[in-house]
């Protein structure tokens, strides 16, 4: 991944996890509090608002299974929208950006499918590194238990698979993890403190 350019001014955030992990409660609950705190906060998403996230979202999770191959590269394909059209500008625009999902999502989910890495890498080269990437981490029976549907990906022996490839992402230091199998406030507590101590080391301070 590349490095982030938009002149120090923004902070770009990232939290990841299997489905049911709570990413994308926690991630809104951390826009709300930030923005409590006099921060100028930004929520986004992949798959994205755009017209090949809605594609992914409302045909291929919920349809059909498609190849990893071809998986990869729609979720490329998308984030590069995503980043073009809304990330950078939010970034640039000295915003501080929280994303439920990103570039991790095809590493652990694709190459739980048996894609090489590296190759999931190279096509989404043109990804920012975050300046700060949370996995929250929980059973593969307990995410998908949580769930109130199941998309295509959804399954119990994949899920395993995924949660190993994220604690591998873990290991190599490209992702901090959270324990999301605890109390809702608890876990809440420890991403607000998590991006706090970023945000210091950034020296970012609130706007108000």
């Known amino acids: 991944m590349g490095d982030l350019s938009t002149n120090g001014k923004g902070f770009f955030i990232v939290i990841e ?3 049911g992990c709570g990413k994308t409660v926690h991630s809104k609950v951390l826009c709300q509090e930030l923005q409590n705190l006099g921060y100028n906060m930004a929520y986004t998403t992949e798959p994205s608002r755009f017209q090949i996230g809605q594609f992914i979202e409302q045909k291929f999770l919920r349809e059909a299974k498609v190849s990893p191959q071809v998986e990869a590269l729609l979720f490329a394909a998308d984030r590069f929208d995503h980043l073009t059209f809304e990330l950078l500008p939010m970034l640039k ?5 929280v994303s439920d999902r990103y570039v991790y999502s095809s ?3 694709q190459g739980a499918q048996g ?3 590296d190759w999931i890498r190279k096509v989404n080269y043109f990804a920012i590194k975050p300046n700060l990437a949370l996995y929250l981490d929980v059973p593969a029976e307990i995410g998908l238990a949580r769930k109130r549907w199941r998309s295509v990906l959804e399954r119990v022996e994949l899920e395993k698979k995924v949660r190993q490839t994220y604690l591998n992402l873990v290991e190599s230091g490209e992702l901090i993890k959270v324990d999301s199998n605890r109390k809702f406030d608890i876990v809440r507590e420890e ?3 998590l991006t706090l101590q970023a945000l210091r080391k950034a020296d ?3 706007v108000r």
Request: glycine content about 10%.
């Open 115 to 117: 894609l090489e890495l």
């Open 107 to 109: 590493l652990a989910y």
């Open 93 to 97: 625009a000295g915003k501080i950006v």
């Open 191 to 193: 991403i607000l403190a």
């Open 204 to 206: 970012l301070l609130q």
């Open 17 to 19: 996890g299997i489905d």
